[in-house]
Every structure is written in structure tokens, then in C-alpha cells.
């Protein structure tokens, strides 16, 4: 799909692939990282096209819509440790409880 596309693009297009790997295993230190090194080749792609042409258009395309899948991830992956957190916190309130109520037989 990168043939024919510039160079910034498809290094940035594969850095889009491993970036959705890393947000569909929660490794959201690895996807900063990555989010971060694909920013600065789209920055250098920018500044040195003087026009976007079909090929390079289909790769930003394909950027995008892996952006969108791996916001969608990290999305889910916030989701899931908001759980986890809401049931630690469910389970030192019934441990209070319990201690409380324990203590006054």
C-alpha cells in the first residue's frame, strides 16, 4: 500500500501498525513512544512536500484510520483499568466494613 508514497510516510505508516499492536496490549508507555516518533516524521513529511499526491494521500488515509482503531484501544484499555480501579476501591470499602463491624462483636 506505501509504493509510490514518500518515504516519512511509510516509515510513519508502520509505525502506525506497531502502534495499535502496543494500544491492544495496553502498552501505553510503548504507544506515547511511538505516537511521538510518528509525529515527527509526519512533521518532516510536511515540510518537505511540495504536493500530496495520490499515493502519499492513501497512506495518510490508512494513517488515519489506524489512528482512530488505536484511540479506540487506548480508549478501552482506560476503560478496563477504571474498572479495576472502581473494584479496588469496592473491596477496601467492604474490608473497612468488615473491620468495623468485626471489631464491635
Same mark, same amino acid.
Given at each position: 500500500?506505501?509504493?509510490?508514497?514518500?518515504?516519512?510516510?511509510?516509515?510513519?505508516?508502520?509505525?502506525?501498525?506497531?502502534? $495499535?499492536?502496543? #494500544? =491492544?496490549?495496553?502498552? %501505553?508507555?510503548?504507544?506515547?513512544? /511511538?505516537?511521538? +516518533?510518528? &509525529?515527527? @516524521?509526519?512533521?518532516?513529511?510536511?515540510?518537505?512536500?511540495r504536493? $500530496?499526491?495520490? #499515493? =502519499?494521500?492513501?497512506? %495518510?488515509?490508512?494513517?488515519?484510520? /489506524?489512528?482512530? +482503531?488505536? &484511540?479506540? @484501544?487506548?480508549?478501552?484499555?482506560?476503560?478496563?483499568?477504571?474498572?479495576?480501579?472502581?473494584?479496588?476501591?469496592?473491596g477496601?470499602?467492604?474490608?473497612?466494613?468488615?473491620?468495623?463491624?468485626?471489631?464491635?462483636?
Open positions: 500500500m506505501t509504493f509510490g508514497a514518500h518515504p516519512d510516510l511509510a516509515a510513519a505508516v508502520a509505525l502506525s501498525r506497531e502502534l $495499535v499492536e502496543a #494500544a =491492544d496490549q495496553g502498552q %501505553l508507555d510503548l504507544v506515547a513512544e /511511538l505516537d511521538a +516518533r510518528r &509525529l515527527k @516524521l509526519l512533521k518532516s513529511f510536511r515540510l518537505v512536500a504536493q $500530496v499526491g495520490p #499515493a =502519499d494521500r492513501a497512506v %495518510l488515509q490508512e494513517i488515519g484510520k /489506524l489512528n482512530l +482503531r488505536a &484511540l479506540g @484501544l487506548v480508549e478501552h484499555q482506560r476503560r478496563i483499568k477504571g474498572r479495576a480501579m472502581d473494584m479496588v476501591a469496592l477496601r470499602r467492604a474490608i473497612n466494613a468488615y473491620a468495623r463491624n468485626g471489631h464491635s462483636r
